[in-house]
């Protein structure tokens, strides 16, 4: 875990990058699934 300096990020921007975060992960892992649905075909 990167530790971040106090008063730099406030909660909510911290929120805000953890939400951007799963949904790029979410995004990805369902693109690989696709995939591999599709290319074998």
Not at 17 to 29: A, N
């Amino acid at each position: 875990m990167v530790k971040i300096k106090a008063g730099i990020f406030n909660e909510k921007e911290i929120e805000k990058v953890i939400e951007i975060d799963k949904r790029k992960y979410i995004i990805l892992t369902l693109w690989e699934i696709l995939n591999m649905i599709v290319i074998p075909n």
